[in-house]
């Protein structure tokens, strides 16, 4: 499963599975740090979403950030915001607009490299803004040199 490739369908489960199949971690190991069963494990496995707090327990377990999956997903698929609603204060706390990983930008600039997307079209699906884009090419032209 290329995770690049797929923030748009999250199925949380498989992903834990993944992970873990990477890790090798025994399932003794697992039962423990969730204080759960073997059953319970394997159900989670099957699950598309999962309780926050049991997220983050995993997230911590694997030494994976799962939650990133969800923010590349708002990043790619969510609505352009609205300045009128957007300019009340809100007491949430306030973090960058855009944080794009290591692995979202590789596949981004890979759809434009192999033509499966152009600049322009990766501006219009994504809203990642034209400046952006151009310095990740310059980057990425740079370490690749």
């Keep these: ?43 989670m496995y099957k699950k598309e979403s999962l309780e926050c ?4 327990r995993w997230s911590k377990l ?24 957007s300019s009340k204060i809100s007491s949430l706390p306030k973090f960058r607009k855009n944080i794009y990983t290591k692995n ?13 997307k152009t600049v322009d079209t990766i501006i219009k699906d994504y809203g990642i803004p034209k400046t952006t884009l151009y310095k990740w090419k310059a980057k990425y032209d740079e370490k690749n040199s």
Aim: one cysteine or more; a negative charge; charged letters at 25%.
């Design 62 to 85: 694997l030494d994976y950030d799962f939650f990133r999956l969800y923010s590349q997903h708002i990043i790619l698929y969510s609505p352009p915001v609205n300045k009128v609603s």
């Design 1 to 43: 499963m290329d995770i690049a490739a797929n923030f748009k369908e999250i199925h949380i489960g498989s992903y834990i599975k993944m992970r873990i199949g990477e890790l090798d971690i025994d399932m003794v190991r697992i039962c423990n740090f969730l204080q759960c069963s073997e059953n319970e494990i394997n159900e």
């Design 104 to 116: 979202l930008i590789e596949y981004i600039l890979e759809l434009i490299s192999s033509g499966e």
């Design 53 to 56: 707090s049991v997220l983050l």
